[in-house]
């Protein structure tokens, strides 16, 4: 498994861990380059949101790319908040962890937990386990619709997965929402 807190865009898979660490270690501590930080780079580890919020069939290749340079099996990430809960995309390759703790997006407390091998979300006190194919991540969303049930992200969002409108496809959908969130976070920031 490989943590980040938001991702890496394919021009970063040149990078090492270890070399990605080293830099953002150094920058945390001073050593910042205005004009080429690794920190402040859309694509880099601090700020990627591509992961969590582009259209999985445009992403799919960078992740598989993602997964072999980095040889793991799953890309945990947060940064993002997205539906209140442990997100699993890309059949449970990527999981988004940011539920929107933030009292601005819900105070949605859950958190991820991996044992034995197995990921399961902890949330409201109960252990869901993760969906570990596409097939499954709708029964999951409605489970954990049960256990949140005034959240009408959730619910929007298993209603378009169950009935996308025409011109839009169940891995399409993940963007609008994500995007909305981002663009509420950003107007309440300005205001």
């Known amino acids: 498994m490989l943590f980040m807190h938001a991702g890496l865009g394919?021009?970063?898979?040149?990078?090492?861990?270890?070399?990605i660490n080293d830099t953002i270690r150094a920058e945390i501590l001073g050593a910042y380059d205005y004009n080429n930080s690794l920190g402040d780079s859309q694509t880099?580890?601090?700020?990627?949101?591509?992961?969590?919020q582009n259209p999985e069939a445009a992403e799919s290749e960078h992740?598989?790319?993602?997964?072999?340079t980095y040889q793991v099996n799953t890309v945990i990430v947060g940064h993002t908040p997205d539906l209140g809960?442990?997100?699993?995309?890309?059949?449970?390759?990527v999981i988004?962890?940011?539920?929107?703790i933030a009292a601005y997006y819900?105070?949605?407390?859950?958190s991820l937990l991996v044992e034995n091998g197995q990921k399961f979300a902890l949330q409201n006190g109960e252990y869901v386990p993760l969906p570990v194919d596409e097939e499954g991540i709708i029964p999951y969303f409605r489970e954990m619709l049960?256990?949140?049930?005034?959240?009408?992200?959730?619910?929007?969002?298993?209603?378009?997965?169950?009935?996308?409108?025409?011109?839009?496809?169940?891995?399409?959908?993940s963007a609008d929402?994500?995007?909305?969130?981002?663009?509420?976070?950003?107007?309440?920031?300005?205001?």
């Open 10 to 19: 394919p021009d970063m898979l040149d990078k090492s861990i270890t070399a």
């Open 44 to 52: 880099g580890p601090l700020w990627y949101r591509g992961l969590a």
């Open 63 to 68: 992740v598989r790319s993602l997964l072999e």
């Open 85 to 93: 809960i442990i997100t699993p995309r890309f059949g449970g390759s």
């Open 96 to 100: 988004i962890t940011d539920t929107g």
């Open 106 to 110: 819900g105070s949605h407390k859950g």
């Open 146 to 173: 049960e256990l949140q049930p005034d959240n009408q992200r959730l619910a929007a969002r298993i209603e378009r997965l169950l009935n996308p409108p025409p011109e839009e496809t169940a891995e399409n959908v």
């Open 177 to 191: 929402f994500n995007n909305d969130v981002i663009e509420e976070a950003v107007e309440a920031v300005i205001e």
